[in-house]
Antibody, heavy 122, light 106 residues
């Protein structure tokens, strides 16, 4: 059974840092690209960042570029998101999601974790 | 920058058919994926590609696409289909999500 379990969320002051982790199991982690997606309270989903299976390709949303860093450790079946210079608008539930190459032009996120809440407030 | 546009809210009578749409330039190059999200839960993939359903998703859910518009159709909506629905696609610099459509089943 595919499982994605996020951890590392919490309360942090503006300007602070936090590192999120996502522990993967039930599939060959090193074969899949992975993503972070966030959802601010009462708002919609926002894609944050993607990383390819071997970390060769990394992408960020403009809203986090230069502040957040995605990484992975295939030996530990883990995905990470280092978040620096946090702002109030970064407050959200952060989900990790597996990228599935379903065919030409189709790249759904087929499995999601339950999310971890990050609150940025003084 | 690119974006995906969805109607904020749609309603449907129990047992009737409803279509939820998503518009964006990225849909001319990539298929949309559709996710269902109920309160307090993580999103669940319901449709991807041309018209594919993951295992466990009822066949009343279907997808279609034309030009820059993708559609999710629920044929015979059930009370348990009341949820937020999001479209998503790749684009040239990463991924996009639509703003979401709140579906109310009357």
């Amino acid at each position: 059974e595919v499982q994605l379990v996020e951890s590392g969320g919490g309360l942090v002051k503006p300007g602070g840092s936090l590192r999120l982790s996502c522990a993967a199991s039930g599939f060959t982690f090193s074969s899949y690209s992975m993503n972070w997606v966030r959802q601010a309270p009462g708002k919609g989903l926002e894609w944050v960042s993607s990383i390819s299976s071997s970390s060769s390709y990394i992408y960020y949303a403009d809203s986090v570029k230069g502040r957040f860093t995605i990484s992975r450790d295939n030996a530990k079946n883990s995905l990470y998101l280092q978040m620096n210079s946090l702002r109030a608008e970064d407050t959200a539930v952060y989900y990790c999601a597996r990228d599935f190459i379903a065919g030409s032009g189709s790249y759904p996120f087929d499995y999601w974790g339950q999310g971890t809440l990050v609150t940025v407030s003084s | 920058s690119s974006e995906l546009t969805q109607d904020p809210a749609v309603s449907v009578a129990l047992g009737q058919t409803v279509r939820i749409t998503c518009q964006g330039d990225s849909l001319r190059s990539y298929y949309a994926s559709w996710y269902q999200q109920k309160p307090g839960q993580a999103p669940v993939l319901v449709i991807y590609g041309k018209n594919n359903r993951p295992s466990g998703i009822p066949d009343r859910f279907s997808g279609s696409s034309s030009g820059n518009t993708a559609s999710l159709t629920i044929t015979g909506a059930q009370a348990e289909d009341e949820a937020d629905y999001y479209c998503n696609s790749r684009d040239s610099s990463g991924n996009l999500f639509g703003g979401g459509t709140k579906l109310t089943v009357l």
